[in-house]
């Protein structure tokens, strides 16, 4: 069987867009109808007119995808594909966590499940959560969750005192500082690039610090020809799809013989499991109306706010 052409059949004769994140497998980003970062794959299913999305990708991706278009069939992969800042923040504890600290403002990180977005004031992602934050008057007392790391980072850049959630991602957690110096003392003429999700000690070496797509971006304009790049290692298929000329260099975690640092969550996604899921059309995204129509609101503000700053 060739899968890329059973993939193409399926997805025309049922009418379905895949929307892939930059951190699948490289054939899987190759194929699909949209690759982008979290933003932009909420953007692109808020505008989606097929009648089956099938979201290759992490748990809450396929949630927020379903919540901003209810009448549509959401697929995903594999229904077991989660996220380990994503499940850092049960719902149960962040609304007690909120109860605890009243008259504060909650923006809450799109890697969290609908549960907490329902519990939320206006969702924010990677590429727009500095814009996002400074929209509101510097004296607004702000929760911030579930990423301990991304907020600090904030509260730094914007010299904000937003409350914190102790969350985090397992893949940005990781990343090696003595590593990260080493390449850099072997490559000296590389420029460093840095996820906001990624330790404050990694920020500080980083020459820049951005989204996924801010990141890309960056590469693609930059006379720069060598790069230390410090995030999911898929977004490399990529960025050496657009800057063939260039060298991306992963940047490795502390433990391990992988040179990469890889979400094993992401890599859950396959060729195969996305034949099956158009196929079948199953697993299901399916949300519960009454979280859907609270949660609905936050994301439609972030869309609102980030069309309104040109995001």
């Not at 890697?111 to 206006?122: E, F, G, H, I």
């Not at 914190?164 to 940005?172: E, I, K, N, R, T």
């Amino acid at each position: 069987m060739n899968l890329k052409e059973e993939i193409n059949r399926l997805r025309k004769e049922k009418n379905a867009v895949i929307l892939a994140h930059y951190y699948q497998e490289g054939d899987i980003q190759d194929l699909a109808d949209f690759v982008g970062d979290s933003l932009a794959l909420a953007q692109w299913a808020s505008r989606c007119t097929a009648d089956i999305l099938v979201m290759c990708g992490v748990h809450f991706m396929g949630e927020t995808a379903k919540i901003l278009c209810p009448d549509k069939k959401v697929l995903v992969p594999d229904l077991t594909a989660g996220c380990s800042l994503a499940d850092s923040c049960p719902a149960d504890r962040f609304a007690d966590f909120v109860k605890a600290h009243p008259g504060h403002t909650v923006i809450s990180y799109v890697n969290t499940s609908a549960a907490v977005k329902a519990l939320t004031d206006v969702v924010v992602t990677s590429t727009n959560a500095r814009q996002i934050v400074e929209s509101f008057p510097q004296e607004t007392p702000i929760i911030f969750g579930p990423d301990r790391n991304l907020g600090s980072y904030i509260n730094a850049v914007t010299g904000r005192q937003m409350l914190l959630w102790d969350g985090a991602c397992h893949v940005h957690e990781q990343f090696s500082v003595e590593k990260i110096v080493e390449l850099k003392a072997a490559h000296p003429d590389a420029e460093v690039l840095a996820h906001p999700e990624c330790k404050g000690a990694v920020l500080k070496l980083a020459d820049v610090v951005g989204s996924t797509a801010a990141l890309l971006k960056h590469a693609v304009k930059s006379p720069c020809r060598r790069f230390i790049v410090a995030t999911e290692a898929g977004i490399l298929h990529e960025m050496r799809k657009q800057c063939p000329d260039k060298e991306f260099i992963p940047a490795p975690p502390n433990a391990g013989i992988c040179a990469c640092n890889e979400c094993n969550f992401m890599r859950l996604n396959t060729m195969e499991k996305l034949y099956a899921c158009l196929r079948d059309e199953s697993p299901a995204i399916e949300v519960d109306p009454d979280i859907a129509a609270r949660a609905v609101k936050p994301i439609e503000r972030m869309l609102d706010i980030s069309r309104k700053l040109g995001l």
